[in-house]
């Protein structure tokens, strides 16, 4: 498996090397405009707030991405299982040219509030599932949910900042989402033995829930604002 992610990662430097894309010059900005906080050198204020829901969403998620092999084997749907990926990929393949395109003609809310809530529903059937349609189903729902807002969330942190900092804008949204990936195997790898797999993903439903009032201030309260007024 290793050798084959080296395999693709080569290849990927190869593409990576015949692509040609034209990409206008950021305009020179006033070094004392740059001053201030040394935080911000490094982190973008602006880009925080939606980064700080990525940040709970990818927690609600790193459950799945680390224990579905245990919890498919303690529930006996390891078969199903072994598509959920699959499943999973092929969801978003399709569906994010469709939000994507969705988000430039309406917003990011017709979009975001929806992915919670179906991805909440995937996290519940999740956490239920006794045969392989309801794992199976809880993968396209996840993949629907989680795998569009990531996206959404991604360009609209790139949205609100300045072209100067696009650069800060990406690198605060993944180290941020990335810390959420990173806490979340390692603080639920503690509780599971306490609890199980089960009460784990169902107490997800409800941090994910959460993430609503989180976004309508970090950000969906401005995008409706600016949509009455156009």
């Known amino acids: 498996m290793y050798m084959i992610n080296v395999i693709f990662s080569i290849g990927s430097m190869i593409f990576l090397a015949l692509v040609k894309i034209k990409i206008a010059e950021p305009l020179k900005v006033n070094k004392s405009i740059e001053k201030g906080p040394i935080l ?3 982190i973008e204020p602006k880009a925080a707030p939606i980064s700080l829901v990525a940040l ?10 680390s224990f579905l ?7 006996h749907l390891v078969t199903a299982a072994s598509y959920f990926f699959l499943v999973y990929a092929i969801v978003i393949i399709f ?10 003609t309406r917003g990011a809310n017709i979009i975001v509030y929806p992915c919670f809530a179906i991805f909440a529903v995937g996290m519940l059937l999740f956490s239920e599932a006794t045969a392989g349609w309801m794992l199976l189903l809880a993968s396209v729902c996840i993949g629907l949910g989680y795998g569009n807002f990531n996206s959404i969330a991604q360009t609209i942190a790139i949205k609100v ?43 997800m439903v409800i941090v994910i829930l959460l993430c609503y009032p989180m976004y309508y201030f970090a950000y969906g309260k401005k995008a409706q604002n600016l949509l009455l007024n156009d």
Do not use: Q
Request: glycine share 12%; aromatic share 20%; no cysteine.
């Open 95 to 104: 569906s994010r040219p469709i939000t994507g395109k969705l988000m430039d």
């Open 40 to 42: 911000s050198r490094f």
């Open 56 to 65: 709970v969403i990818g927690f609600s998620y790193s459950g799945v991405m």
């Open 161 to 203: 900042t300045e072209p100067h900092r696009f650069g800060l804008a990406t690198s605060t949204y993944f180290i941020l989402y990335d810390l959420g990936l990173g806490l979340g195997p390692y603080i639920l790898g503690f509780i599971e033995p306490f609890s199980g797999y089960r009460t784990i993903f169902f107490s």
């Open 69 to 75: 092999s245990f919890y498919a084997e303690e529930i």
